[in-house]
């Protein structure tokens, strides 16, 4: 520093315009102390983990505790000495608790700027006394949700206190240490033990800056529930907020960093899963295994057993079949070479036949509802194998939204709920399809609406045999679908391809008879597709012309 560092007594000097570095919080700060004795510190918390310890600790060094309702009594029946918040306000609290903290009392120790002279004799004045640090966590509004309350039980848990006090607290973060999650607790007793009762700038700016993301996030879950309430699926503002379940070690590809955070939606899937086993998921394997799983989640357990394999967020082979061992081997068959290092989802419980079979081929990760201890035990032989329980499955007509970021903006939609069998189908050939035909058509269909767009899906008993993906044109989707077949079917040794007598699926109209013809030439009897296109009726004389069945669905399922 230069010789004018030292009239600021240890804080940091006034940044210059002419500076050229992005000015920090801390210059910004009123010139802030860099170290803070913690003297008082207002404990008002919901979740008390860890509470009474670290209240305790927090004596020992003594620091007077205040606090309020719940806690009050939980710091004083385990014999700490603790004053009742109504002290510092010199008014009990009212309304069901609804009302103790929104006072000058509390909100002024928090806000004052202990070396503004203004500041300082407005508390002498008015005997507001320095709050150095805050312990504050919020209602369960959010758990509240999750666990299906009625709207008045939804509403109490809506948190006013204590995202004031917080806000209040972290905006005065150069004299005011807030602690929002028991998890920092350790942490914050560290600090004090090592400078000597307290802390520095840097603690609480991180601090502040985690208090202002959980008061934001409570708020987004508050803003996005009412926005449900009042049916407005597009509002004015929209929040999205997440916490981080784990760092990963790289996002996409290795120079980028990425991270997991779960939303709090309670949808069965990866974010909801339980790991049993294997190393770390890669931002690649969350992404693949929440297509897998979301995929599978379209073929009701109750009714047949389903198996998914993903790569690259596409699937691969997938399958229905009289149990998982049978689904699953079907599915391999539609391309074996593509199900190497891919993601198998399940719609059932995993058991000793199905993961005895999986484990053959080298998986990344399998996800299933459930797993009985011989499969647990014959996946633990394959060490980096992830298994990932959910306890459920995804319900595909469920209500919800989808979140995309472009520059400088988000892309908001509702999930594609649509499922075929609330479709009122329509044949619009010469020719009906059988109902061996019109059960594969739905098969497909149902497959299609996870393929990305272009997508040409050919299945036959119940099975995928051709998947045709993310391709510019429609026709070469098709083309290329035809051509896994022929390699599928000369790597098992059958003679033609399995596309001979399959039915094919698209996931949008077909602009022009062309993408049609190309299925036809792959041997394809029926065809499903949306419908709605200039050339319809080319179309449908083009399938005519061909005993091709057709059936239009009227939903279209582009997936981006």
């Not at 150069?174 to 929002?180: F, I, P």
């Not at 987004?220 to 049916?231: E, K, L, N, R, Y």
């Not at 399998?366 to 032989?381: F, K, L, Q, S, Y």
């Not at 009906?432 to 299609?448: G, N, Q």
């Amino acid at each position: 520093m230069g010789s004018g560092a030292a009239d600021y007594q240890g804080r940091t000097p006034p940044i210059r315009a002419t500076q050229e570095k992005p000015m920090s919080l801390k210059a910004n700060a009123t010139q802030a102390p860099d170290r803070v004795r913690v003297r008082r510190a207002l404990l008002s918390v919901f979740d008390k983990t860890g509470l009474v310890d670290f209240a305790r600790e927090l004596a020992a060094l003594d620091v007077e505790l205040v606090s309020t309702g719940g806690t009050y009594r939980a710091l004083s029946e385990a014999g700490l000495a603790v004053r009742d918040v109504s002290e510092l306000t010199g008014f009990p609290e009212i309304m069901d608790g609804r009302v103790k903290t929104l006072h000058p009392g509390v909100h002024g120790g928090l806000l004052g700027i202990r070396d503004d002279a203004e500041h300082a004799k407005a508390m002498e004045t008015h005997g507001i006394a320095g709050i150095d640090m805050l312990v504050s966590n919020l209602y369960p509004f959010e758990e509240t949700l999750a666990g299906g309350a009625d709207t008045a039980t939804i509403v109490e848990n809506i948190d006013i206190g204590g995202p004031a006090m917080i806000r209040a607290g972290a905006k005065n973060h150069g004299y005011v240490t807030v602690v929002v999650d028991p998890a920092e607790y350790g942490t914050v007793l560290e600090a004090l033990k090592s400078g000597n009762g307290e802390t520095d700038f840097a603690l609480r700016q991180r601090l502040a800056a985690a208090a202002y993301a959980r008061t934001a996030a409570y708020d987004a879950a508050v803003s996005t529930w009412f926005a449900g309430v009042v049916c407005d699926a597009m509002p004015q503002r929209v929040s999205v907020s997440g916490t981080l379940s784990e760092a990963l070690r790289y996002g996409e590809n290795p120079h980028q960093s990425a991270g997991f955070y779960r939303t709090g939606e309670s949808r069965a899937g990866v974010a909801t899963a339980r790991q049993l086993q294997g190393k770390a998921l890669s931002y690649n394997n969350i992404n693949d295994t929440d297509a897998a799983f979301e995929l599978v989640g379209e073929f009701d357990p109750a009714r047949t057993a389903a198996v998914a394999i993903i790569k690259h967020a596409n699937p691969c082979g997938v399958a229905e079949g009289s149990d998982l061992l049978d689904a699953y081997q079907k599915a391999l068959a539609c391309d074996p070479v593509s199900a190497f290092g891919g993601i198998v989802a399940l719609n059932r419980k995993l058991d000793r036949a199905a993961a005895e079979a999986i484990v053959q081929v080298f998986t990344e990760v399998i996800i299933a509802p459930e797993a009985d201890e011989d499969a647990i035990a014959i996946v633990a032989g394959k060490k980096n194998l992830r298994l990932l329980l959910t306890g459920g499955l995804p319900d595909p007509r469920a209500a919800g939204r989808t979140v995309k970021s472009v520059a400088g903006g988000l892309l908001v939609q509702s999930r594609d709920a649509g499922v075929v069998d609330d479709l009122d189908l329509k044949v619009v050939t010469r020719r009906a399809p059988s109902e061996t035909e019109l059960a594969d058509l739905k098969f497909a269909f149902r497959v299609a609406k996870h393929v990305k767009s272009n997508a040409i899906v050919y299945a036959r008993d119940l099975a995928t045999v051709g998947v045709g993906a993310g391709q510019m044109s429609r026709v070469d989707s098709a083309r290329i679908a035809a051509r896994k077949a022929e390699d599928a079917a000369a790597a098992a040794g059958h003679a033609e391809p399995l596309t001979r007598g399959a039915v094919v699926a698209s996931d949008a109209f077909f602009p022009f008879a062309d993408g049609l013809l190309s299925a036809v030439a792959a041997g394809a009897s029926a065809v499903i597709q949306p419908g709605g296109s200039m050339r319809d009726d080319e179309v449908i004389k083009a399938a005519d012309d061909n005993d091709i069945a057709m059936v239009m669905t009227g939903m279209r399922h582009f997936r981006h």
